[in-house]
């Protein structure tokens, strides 16, 4: 078995397919009406335009090879993010998306 998907509810479709292609560095794997499907790995990060629920809570995280350039990365385009933090040997940060779904970056030591 595995995750065939996240789903991540947003207000505006276009506004947030925009921000994941060009923050996160997605590539669309699938789109209709007001869905967007990037491929990540083997699982898929689906959009889904509809009215928010927005947790205050991370429900997913996102592995990369080189945290603090990826970090680099947001807080050159005027992204809010937080400190780097550590947990035994993983260090990650968090920001938000344009909806405010809280997102994190984690890479492993």
Known sequence: MHIGT???RVKDIKRSKKWYQENLDLLVNWEMDNICAF???ETD???VQQELDVTKDVTFNIFCNDIIGRRDKFLERGICVS???EW?????FSLKDPDSN???ICSIK
């Open 102 to 104: 809280l997102l994190e």
């Open 83 to 85: 400190e780097l933090k």
């Open 6 to 8: 996240v789903f991540i």
């Open 88 to 92: 035994n040997n993983i260090t990650y």
């Open 39 to 41: 491929k990540l790995g």
């Open 45 to 47: 990060i689906t959009l």
